[in-house]
């Protein structure tokens, strides 16, 4: 790789030195990721110059100018005749397959809804409701109604690990496994809608968008193993806590705000934890 110019000219137009290193250092583990699903580089600069052009075209327009081919030419660098070729919308194929939206769903109602409690968390269900004790199959057809057979979502979450069956013979939500085991597809849809979400709050923020996005970490160098293992016990616990109590208000609040015209805004917000053997240069470096 070419190496980085040490110091900026300050009559130089290119990019910011510090931006271009953020950049190698995003790109580093992408890149890792597309060379192991065998996407090699002239399939990505096809895709990367669509993009482009796309987001030129949708997200670059001057007020009472037509977006011109030539116009997009100039912002992208991309040649006016493959431009022309590659104006047509470019779908971000980010759909929620349907057997994590409907399973969100049911798990959010066992976290959330005040039948499937008991002192602030979920219950241990039977299969089936019987009299006043409420079983697993009502938390489903809150849900999916007729739609979809509560044996199906067991058998499939105890295939996942997501519940387990306790001693006396009870479904228990196992909360430690929120992230689940599940397949390949729905892993990348994850992939895609975290680190798109991260990324544009990164880059709102960098932009001076206001207000300003959370976007914050803590990071630390010169552990053992024993102590990152119980950083990594106290960011399960609490970090899994308070992903639940928001998700519990925002659920409250989606409710409140249904069929309000105005409620047209969604939001992500998740944590995660790296950790990395490997002594990769100074304590300053990515």
Do not use: C
């Amino acid at each position: 790789m070419a190496k980085l110019k040490k110091k900026i000219d300050t009559n130089d137009a290119g990019p910011p030195e510090s931006l271009v290193k953020a950049l190698v250092a995003i790109f580093r583990p992408l890149v890792k990721l597309l060379i192991r699903h065998q996407i090699n580089h002239g399939y990505i600069s096809q895709l990367l110059k669509s993009i482009y052009v796309n987001v030129a075209e949708s997200d670059f327009q001057v007020t009472g100018a037509e977006q011109t081919d030539s116009r997009i030419s100039m912002l992208t660098g991309i040649h006016r005749r493959e431009v022309k070729r590659l104006r047509i919308p470019v779908e971000d194929g980010l759909v929620m397959p349907e057997n994590i939206s409907v399973g969100t769903q049911i798990l959010t109602a066992w976290i959330t809804d005040p039948r499937f409690l008991h002192k602030g968390k979920p219950k241990n269900l039977p299969k089936s409701t019987k009299g006043n004790i409420i079983g697993f199959d009502a938390l489903v057809s809150s849900i999916s109604k007729q739609d979809l057979r509560t044996k199906v979502v067991l058998e499939e979450w105890l295939h996942h690990g997501l519940v387990q069956i306790d001693n006396e013979g009870l479904i228990e939500l196992r909360t430690e496994a929120f992230v689940t085991e599940t397949g390949f597809d729905e892993k990348a849809f994850f992939f895609g809608k975290n680190l798109y979400a991260h990324i544009a709050a990164g880059a709102h923020n960098l932009a001076g968008g206001q207000p300003p996005q959370f976007d914050r970490s803590v990071f630390y160098n010169h552990l053992t193993e024993d102590s990152i293992s119980i950083i990594s016990t106290l960011i399960e616990k609490q970090g899994m806590e308070t992903l639940k109590i928001v998700n519990a208000k925002a659920n409250e609040l989606q409710k409140k705000d249904r069929g309000k015209k105005s409620a047209i805004g969604r939001i992500n917000f998740g944590s995660y934890f790296w950790v990395e053997d490997e002594y990769r240069g100074n304590d300053d470096a990515f």
